[in-house]
């Protein structure tokens, strides 16, 4: 089955500072999805990729899928206290697979 | 418009045991999925429920299956229960292809 890897694992960044996280795949993907889990929470949609070269942004957030559709990217600008958490890519229609997760802590 | 409810919250069972986990979908929704996410981990995929067949099963064990019922509510059950199945069972249900909507996860304990 497809599978999708992060990196990085953990990320402590300064409050106000920018955070990035990949998402990396060895076959081409039909579909991105990233999902944010506070801690002690469950994880809550933020957006879906689908197509080559594909751009969103959410206020802070940016999402990237690769030309390749083989990657992609959540950028956070100027990171609040309020983005603590670990960030998910996952990939797949019925099996839906998710990485690993990048774990972003916000030191005040 | 109740999101996905699951039930028990927390739970604590000996090896060995068996446990059922419940999971009513968000309105409207009619695929539900389970999946397991130990501590640190990334939520692993179980199995997909769609129209009371399981539609699709990831790299679990026959002890782990699954059901449901006619309203898209489903559960699931784990028999002969490990240390290592100790996580936080997440029920997600969605519209395929769409994204996932999460309940509040079953804490397994098994000691």
């Known amino acids: 089955g497809q599978q999708v890897m992060q990196i990085p694992q ?3 960044v300064q409050e106000g500072e920018d955070f990035t996280t990949y998402c990396n795949s060895s076959t081409t993907l039909s579909n991105i999805q990233w999902y944010k889990q506070r801690p002690g929470g469950h994880p809550v949609f933020l ?8 751009v969103k942004k959410q206020k802070r957030l940016t999402f990237q899928f690769g030309e390749a559709k083989k990657n992609s990217s959540l950028h956070i600008t100027a990171t609040q206290t ?3 958490g670990t960030y998910f890519c996952g990939t797949g229609k019925q099996n839906f697979v998710f990485g690993p997760g990048t774990r972003l802590s916000v030191l005040p | 418009d109740a999101g996905v409810t699951q039930s028990p919250t927390h739970l604590i069972k000996t090896r060995g045991q ?5 999971c009513s979908p968000k309105s409207g929704h009619d695929t539900v999925s389970w999946y397991q996410q130990a501590l640190g981990q990334g939520p692993q995929f179980i199995f997909q429920y769609y129209e009371e067949e399981e539609r699709q099963r990831g790299n679990f064990p026959d002890r782990f299956s699954g059901h449901q019922f006619p309203n898209y509510s489903s559960e699931l059950n784990v028999n002969a229960l490990l240390l290592g199945d100790s996580a936080l069972y997440l029920c997600a249900s969605s519209l395929l292809p769409g994204e996932l909507f999460f309940g509040e996860g079953s804490r397994l304990t098994v000691l």
Do not use: A, C, P, W
Request: a neutral charge.
């Open chain 1, 10 to 12: 953990y990320q402590h």
């Open chain 2, 18 to 22: 068996q446990v059922t986990l419940r």
């Open chain 1, 82 to 84: 309020t983005d603590v």
């Open chain 1, 47 to 54: 957006i879906q990729l689908v197509k080559s070269g594909e």
